[in-house]
Nanobody, 119 residues
Framework: QVQLVESGGGLVQPGGSLRLSCAAS????????MGWYRQAPGKQRELVTI???????NYADSVKGRFTISRDNAKNTVYLQMNSLKPEDTAVYYC?????????????WGQGTQVTVSS
């Protein structure tokens, strides 16, 4: 099993920045990739960014150039640096870890952290 603990959400003005953290514990050696998702009210949860065990990254078009995913292997932590925040970035942000099993990929989720961009 993998446990994910998120932190760093809050209220920020448009144009501001936030840094989200996701600390992983448990069977971390089995993690294939980690990522950040978000879900705004009335909308489906969407992928924001992912990072693989090999370090490859991908971003949703809506956040390219503004958000950056990174990792600190010594701390078993993944970060999401969010700059130039817009009101449309307001959502609950979830950390995700994908663990490869014999016949399936298992998805683990953090508890979610609220990000609100407003004046």
């Amino acid at each position: 099993q993998v446990q994910l603990v998120e932190s760093g959400g809050g209220l920020v003005q448009p144009g501001g920045s936030l840094r989200l953290s996701c600390a992983a514990s448990g069977s971390i050696s089995s993690i294939n990739s980690m990522g950040w998702y978000r879900q705004a009210p009335g909308k489906q949860r969407e992928l924001v960014t992912i990072i693989t065990s090999g370090g490859s990254t991908n971003y949703a078009d809506s956040v390219k150039g503004r958000f950056t995913i990174s990792r600190d292997n010594a701390k078993n932590t993944v970060y999401l640096q969010m700059n130039s925040l817009k009101p449309e970035d307001t959502a609950v942000y979830y950390c995700n870890a994908d663990v490869k099993g014999r016949i399936a990929i298992y998805h683990y989720w953090g508890q979610g952290t609220q990000v609100t961009v407003s004046s």
